[in-house]
């Protein structure tokens, strides 16, 4: 039986289970999975993961997933960028569908169990401590900024023989002050005539936003102010979507139960709390729910939480908007994994679409670059190959503007752009940017 008349649920994670990590039981679980996937493949151009695991069965002696060995199913699990996409758009064997097929959370749970043994590298465990890192490189941008940089023939090879990181990939630079340091000067009073005057949002600037690129926050901040909603700048800590790729479990727990208790006092002063990262927005609204089931706190940060398209869309809707100029561009828009993860629809065309005179087409494919997944050497090539289909749709009829709103995306994107012998534009940044630009801002 193929597919489901009712809509797709997820289960909550069981990681405080011992049986969770019983290695049989989840070979076995691999197995099953697997031979439903082989039997089905409609998942074979989403991402490597898939091409590797039928490759491995059509190569194999009696073309079964019997035969495949232990480090042939890692080799599956190592390409998973825990997208979602499988689970979010093609797969027809969801729960509650008896095949019961979660393949991003058995994937999860394979690096789970290698973690608790200690297989987690020492490059992934490091770039996984994203405020350490953020502190560090904001204390000293310009040295790290130097160091790097894509070009650097000093550093770069150095990073890449001892850390892995492929020479090539872009590496976010980092700002002098972290966002969260400029806000007393950056936040505006709200617009006492905007539309939206009594509303408050508390933004979540994740790691990327705080230590790196703060553009979509002060494009947000502007757009919101202007429209009368009262504005704060928070980062009680890393959402730790670095450390759920690496399987380490009871680093997401403790992140989720401290940040959702940070946000608690805000939340129940009426606050919306909206994550400047799509990735981060993914956490507080669905993966830590399943990581903690029982903490109602985190619950009760999930049903207060809204990405940033999702809550300028939903301010327009309530006519809490300010009227928007007329920005007369075509714009080319990548639909992010974790937007698309969070089950809401393309709320970054919907908000374009509300500027006048703008064009916005949709790109509903993988950037390819899967988190830190892809800044490394074994992975690089993947994550630009991967990604060519939608640094071609994106440049189809030359658009005078390309977002995405994933911020590491963009850069990659970029990347593979000129790797399909296109010239990029200078910048891919997030939607926000682009009805803050039609507003003057």
Known sequence: MEGSLEAPVRHPIPWQDEAWYDEAALDAEL?????????????????????????????SPNEEVGDLTTPQMASVVDACTLCDMCFMTKCPYVPPHPFDLDFPHLMLRHRAVGHRKGKTSLADRELAKMDRNG???????????????QGNGLTRPVLEGALGIDRRAHLPPFMDVPLTNQAP???????????????????YAGCHDNFNDGTPGLALIKVLAHSGVQVRIE????????????GDMKAVASAAERVSAAFAPLV???????????????????????IEPENEGVQTLAKHTFDV?????????????????????????????HARA????????????????????LTERCSGHGGKWGVFRDNFD?????????????????????????????????????????????RIGHPIEVLAKAYGF
């Open 268 to 290: 129940a002063d009426g606050w919306d709390i909206v994550p400047l990262t799509t990735s981060c927005a993914l956490m507080l609204k669905f993966e830590w729910p399943l």
């Open 135 to 149: 502190k560090l490189g904001t204390l000293g941008a310009g040295l790290a900024n130097w160091a790097t940089k």
């Open 342 to 361: 969070q089950n809401m629809g393309p709320k970054a065309m919907e908000m374009l679409r509300l500027i006048p005179e703008a064009k916005p087409a």
């Open 185 to 203: 000067a950056i936040v505006p009073a709200p617009n006492a005539d905007g539309p939206a005057f009594g509303r408050k949002a508390a933004i």
């Open 309 to 337: 398209s999702e809550y300028v869309v939903a301010l327009a809707k309530a006519g809490a908007l300010a009227e928007i100029p007329a920005l007369p561009a075509s714009i080319g828009v990548h639909f992010a994994c």
């Open 382 to 426: 993947r994550a630009v190959k991967v990604g060519k289909p939608a640094a071609r749709n994106l440049v189809k009829g030359d658009p005078d503007l390309i977002v995405s709103e994933c911020p590491l995306a963009g850069p990659h994107l970029r990347q593979v752009i000129a790797a399909n012998g296109k010239e990029p534009p200078a």
């Open 235 to 246: 980062h009680p800590d890393c959402c730790a979507m670095p450390k759920l790729e690496n």
């Open 31 to 59: 197995r099953r999975v697997f031979d439903i996937c082989h039997g089905c493949r409609r998942c074979f151009n989403l991402c490597d993961a898939f091409p590797i695991l039928f490759d491995a069965i059509d190569e």
